[in-house]
């Protein structure tokens, strides 16, 4: 199939499926304030949507995980100072950049992706389009194309100067960390508990590393033990992905048994009491955030909804506008 014809089939069956499920939230469709514009590049790159578009997809079949990646990038860079870029940056003699820092470090990953797409870009229009827009963008494509939903992405965010590895582990949240502490993480950005529950919910894309649940499996709350809330059969099968040894701790466990198919069994896990994560699980314990897990386990349109407005929201955390920052030559580094 032809690069053209591939796109008019995309668009054409995006649109119906967006259009019969009302997965298409109604925002407005000129501007959304903060120095961001829905049409910022319309006269200046018109092609961007669509050489976003075609390369997550080809990045998607050559290897499927990168559509969670993808979506990862984008979330741990805007919850540290903000969507700015810093995390496609590599360490220089000023500052050490975030790629390293151990919340990031065989975690995030993605980069070349976001490379090759500002490369294939700058060839389009140079020194016109952001890395912080082009990851925005390519968040939003590895949802909708993996089954989620579409939300509209403003653009205009220009790229910051330096990264903060230690930044990392003060503003990112960790799955050990309690609710409260997420929680207060999320809200110092501008979010709420709302946001926390449904952002959470990319977790239904991907994977985890095991030294993250191994706790868990076998030592939980330093008992010698499983926890004993974890479903059965998810413990043993876990416990089969994550033996109780060092040599494990790089291996990965899925999510959710929906790897690469953005759907609510995420909070049908968390219901069955079969969430990976501490903090995936601690949502039910609370609740205010029990009571959205389980509305969201029963109606997957309500999530997709309310996922979408919460990617608005995060996606406008921190931004740089008009003449803070830069345009990106290379993702990696500054001008």
């Avoid at 959304?32 to 997809?57: E, F, H, K, N």
Wanted: charged share 20%.
């Amino acid at each position: 199939m032809g690069y053209t014809n591939y796109f008019l089939c995309v668009t054409i069956s995006l649109f119906l499926t967006l259009s019969s499920l009302h997965l298409v939230a109604p925002f407005p469709a000129a501007a959304s304030g903060g120095g961001l514009d829905y049409s910022y590049y319309d006269q200046t790159c018109p092609r961007l949507a669509m050489i976003i578009r075609y390369s997550v997809w080809s990045a998607f079949k050559n290897e499927s995980r990168i559509a969670a990646s993808l979506l990862r990038l984008h979330f741990h860079d805007c919850l540290v100072n903000g969507c700015e870029g810093s995390i496609l940056l590599d360490d220089t003699i000023d500052f050490k950049g975030e790629k390293n820092a151990p919340a990031n470090r065989n975690s995030a990953r993605g980069y070349e992706v976001i490379d090759s797409i500002k490369a294939e870009v700058e060839k389009a229009c140079p020194s016109t389009v952001s890395c912080t827009d082009i990851l925005a963008l390519a968040a939003r494509e590895a949802v909708v194309m993996t089954g989620g939903p579409y939300w509209p992405v403003s653009l205009g965010r220009r790229d910051g100067l330096t990264a903060n590895q230690a930044a990392v582990a003060q503003e990112l949240p960790s799955p050990i960390e309690s609710l409260d502490d997420i929680t207060a993480k999320f809200t110092s950005k501008g979010l709420d508990v709302k946001d926390v529950v449904v952002l959470s919910g990319a977790h239904t894309l991907g994977f985890a590393q095991c030294f993250l649940i191994k706790r868990r499996l076998f030592n939980f709350k330093n008992t010698g033990k499983p926890d004993p809330a974890l479903e059965s059969s998810a413990l043993t099968s876990l416990q089969g992905m994550c033996p109780n040894k060092d040599a494990s701790n790089a291996n990965l466990a899925p999510l959710d048994s929906t790897t690469t198919r953005f759907d609510n069994s995420y909070y049908t896990n968390i219901v069955n009491n079969a969430g990976l994560l501490d903090s995936d699980q601690a949502l039910l314990m609370n609740p205010t955030t029990g009571e959205m897990v389980r509305s969201y386990s029963s109606n997957p349109y309500q999530f997709y909804s309310d996922f979408a407005a919460s990617m608005v929201k995060l996606s406008s955390v921190g931004v740089l506008t008009g003449k803070n920052g830069e345009i990106r030559k290379k993702c990696g580094s500054v001008n």
